[in-house]
């Protein structure tokens, strides 16, 4: 599998790609697999990118986009949460956010296994932001990781 499209999350007044797919547990726990009408990339095999936003203390999806083989760029929020054409809270999601920072600095051409020199970890609990740490990766090395 090709290194991995990242989802978008505005954070901190910052747009940041993030290696975690919070939309996928939604699908998960309803039982869906929806189908976007998106000819496979091997960038993107989940066929959408999901954009995210942190207002207060809360993480909302705000768009889900894809693009179809004539270019059209489509968001399929309301299609897939009707009644929510602007953004819903992301209550079904808990777990930790991954936003990869700084230089890569060992390229993985699979999913989303590549190494940077920091990641940040936002935790989230039924939508809810939680404990944000960053990680630090021993460059020299890449033997391990330091959470700061």
């Known amino acids: 599998m090709t290194a991995q499209i990242g989802e978008r999350l505005l954070y901190d007044g910052r747009e940041m790609s993030m290696s975690t797919l919070p939309l996928d547990d939604y699908f998960a726990l309803a039982g869906v697999s929806p189908d976007f009408g998106y000819e496979q990339c091997t960038a993107m095999w989940r ?32 299609t897939i949460f009707p009644g929510h054409p602007d ?9 930790t956010l991954c936003i990869p920072q700084g230089e890569i600095l060992k390229y993985v051409h699979m999913g989303y296994l590549s190494t940077f020199e920091r990641d940040m970890l936002i935790d989230v609990e039924r939508g809810v932001i ?5 990680r630090e990766y021993d460059i020299p090395s890449l033997g391990g990781a330091q959470n700061v």
């Not at 999901?50 to 993480?59: A, E, H, I, K, Q």
């Not at 953004?87 to 777990?95: E, I, L």
């Not at 939680?130 to 960053?134: K, N, P, Q, S, T």
């Open 47 to 78: 066929g959408y990118v999901g954009s995210w936003t942190v207002l207060g203390d809360r993480l909302y999806l705000v768009a889900i986009h894809n693009l179809a083989s004539d270019g059209a760029d489509t968001n399929f929020l309301e």
């Open 130 to 134: 939680g404990e944000v740490r960053i």
């Open 87 to 95: 953004s819903v809270f992301a209550d079904w999601y808990t777990g």
